[in-house]
Every structure is written in C-alpha cells, then in structure tokens.
C-alpha cells in the first residue's frame, strides 16, 4: 500500500466515515471515540510529516477547529444552554467549531435528545426548502 493512499484511509477513518462506504460510522463505533479519532490524527500527521507529530487536530477543515478534542465541563454547559434556547445543530456545530454529527452526539451524552443511531442520520428529501424543520426527541 502506498503512505498517500493509507493517510487517505487513516484521515477518513479519523473523519467518522467509513473508507469504503462513504457512509458516516453511528455514533457507538470505535472510530467515534474521541480518544481513538485523536490517536487517528496523530498517525495522519506522522505519516504526513515523519517525526513531527502533535497531539492536536489538523487545521484543514475551516470551521471544524475543535474536532476530535475533549469537552470541557464550560462548552457542555454552554452547549445545553444554548440547545435549550432552541439554537438549531447546525447554529451550535458553527458556534463550538465542530461538526453536526459531534454535537449530535454531545447532546445524545448529554441527555437533551434521544439517540437516534439507528434511524439514517441525513434522509433524502424532494424538497427540503418546503418541509418542516426536524425536531429532535427530548428525552
């Protein structure tokens, strides 16, 4: 195997995506956990630039800044206050600079809405513009 297409591999697999499907991994996968997808990063930035790796995450993704760290006790607070005052996922995955699916599944930690896993995560709408917002299950 070639170092670029095992990086493509490792950095998809740190991503939450499954390389070969495309598909989002649910949030009870291995490659979910935050240690496991810090460990993942770690391997990608040692295998971009060997003897050069950093416990932090790659800046490639705008935005996406704080994905794969840890939560601190403060942004769950912030976070449950803000979902709470009926901020939508995609206005909170903005504000913390982390994906939709992170904050998902903070919430879901969090107790403020219903793990929803096993149900598809982005179902294909005709028309999206036309329908009603998703409401998320309160627990």
Known sequence: ME???AVKILQTLA????PATGEPFPA???YQRA???RALYIAVQAL???G???ASVPQDKPGLE???????QEEDARLGRAFDAGKTIEVLAEEHKRSRFAIEARLVKLGRIEDTSAAPRFPVRKNAATERPSVYPVR
């Open 15 to 18: 991503d939450g995506v499954d």
């Open 48 to 50: 971009g630039n060997p």
């Open 52 to 54: 050069r790796a950093k």
């Open 3 to 5: 170092r670029d297409n």
């Open 35 to 37: 240690d496991i997808v």
């Open 66 to 72: 704080n994905a794969g760290r840890p939560w601190s």
């Open 28 to 30: 009870s996968s291995p």
